[in-house]
């Protein structure tokens, strides 16, 4: 029987005609996410450096307890997702609104949209080259006065990552408002405007409301990017200035690949940013649930 | 001014527009535009400039045009990589709409595995990079261009991008086609891979960029310098040689034509299928 309704609520798992469909990709996924996700556990109770040394029980936990880089990168990611958060959806919201309707949209929303696309190396190259402090174009241009020091000041290697973020991502977020902005019926503005509102009213009390699953959408993506940011971490800044851009993905990276490789203590990490991610995406998902 | 479109016409149109901009936001996405576009133009910029401008104070003053940047770019370090990333990324672009395609039929008829792949989805990649090296070690496939093609075989996100697809497809075509004897295989690549065709390009060109931008999954998997990705090799150039801007301009511009390539031809569907989709 091929059910008509793809929504069928019917919880029981279910083989329909055309079910082997599934059989490949389902493969691949068990070996190369399912299997790592259990895997990550195990690897996590090892003494594991390079090669396999031995049970290692909670030791890596432990140690991780007693380590300052992990509470400093935490905080330094939630720094940094608060940052970008508003950012990305503000601008995305307020690009999609002006945009809608205009004769430039379809190309304005294509520019917007390239940089998520555009090889990541070469992005990175354009930014070091035009942003560098020291002798970057934008900083020799202006006599240094527009000038992100993020050689040596924290808070400029952090607003480096978000300004990349924000430069990669923006466009996504655009399309993402613009569909849902598309979606709300003409008569809801017509009917507005007959009673008297204000285009200003119309966009607060009207546009706003109405997009608020596109927001809701757009705020789990734009937390995503948070763990996503250790890209461009690597690219432009390695972590530094004195760590204050090593965040979480960075410090997983840094700790099971870097300098002193530890698989052991990398996958415990791994462990901790699951749990939280975890967390956190049940809690969005309860949002979600009540908004679309 | 169009003269036949009676006022209570254009009236009419106007009631049931979005809000009209404001110059705020017009300066924003103003502002947006050239923050988009600055380091893009740049790079385009920067790959002409003759190397001896830069060893003049004032390199903002344009003292050269040159195509030298370009014809320096070396074959091992960076066109070797390109080709190699080139190869890679379109066989696991084919190969994981190939196998996401069936996925997505077989799920629309009814075998409920959705909220697996919701699941599946939901877990950051990154996050896995550990075990997923060691399961590599354990197969044997360290510094073998297969690890950069085999994890990527299947992904969740094409397969529900796909679905999307499948979903908004009339389901009387199906039917259809059951009752003249087509069986499924037939099904999926006569009737359903001809009207996909807009989702399976989208989801080509997306999952071609997603697997052409890895930076640090192959710089730890391959840590071969006779297997290095376009992207660990710009990434290597700019450490290297920070300052040398036109080199580095070229190979930039150079390694971003494949992608501008596929925008300039599938722009317009790869947007649509990320608007349409979400609806």
Known sequence: MISNSPKSKEARFRLAPAWWGVIPSLLALTLFIAYPLIQVFQISVQKYSIVYEGFAGLDNYARMLADPNVGRSLLLTLIFGLCTLPLFV???????????????????????????????????????????????????LTGGFLRLPWHDKGWAGIALIVLFTIWQNVGYGTLIVSAGLKSIPTEVFEAARVDGATEIQLRRLIVLPLLRPSLVFLAVVGSLYAIQSYTAVLLLTQGGPFGSTRVVGYLIYETAFGTAPNLGYGAALSVLILALAFTFSAFQARALKSDL | MIPNLKPETREKVQAGAPPKGTWFGRIVVGLMVVFTLLPIVWLAYSSFIPKEALFKPDVTIPVGFTFQNYLELPFKELIRPLLLSLLLSSIVAGLQVLIALPAAFAIRAGTNVLPLYLFLLSVPAELLLVPLYGLLKDLNLLNNPLALVLPFLASPFTVFLLYGGVVKLPWAYVEAAKLDGATNL????????????????????????????????????????????????????LQKDPNNWGALGAAAMLTSLPILVLYALFERRVTRVIEGGLK
């Not at chain 1, 309707?101 to 090889?119: Q, Y």
């Not at chain 2, 989702?199 to 006779?226: C, G, Q, R």
Request: with cysteine; hydrophobic share 55%.
């Open chain 2, 186 to 237: 037939q099904i999926l690549s006569k009737v359903i891979a001809p009207l996909l065709k807009p989702e399976m390009t989208a989801a080509s060109v997306l999952a071609f960029a997603a697997h052409w931008n890895l930076v640090l999954y192959p710089k730890i998997v391959l840590n071969d310098k006779n297997w290095a990705t376009v992207q660990v090799a710009l990434t290597e150039m």
């Open chain 1, 90 to 140: 503000g601008l995305a919201t307020l690009c999609a609104i002006e945009l809608e309707g205009t004769r430039l949209e379809r190309v304005v929303k294509a520019i917007l949209f390239l940089p998520s696309l555009w090889t990541i190396g070469a992005s990175a190259i354009g930014w070091y080259t035009l942003y560098e402090p020291d002798y970057g174009m934008l900083a020799t």
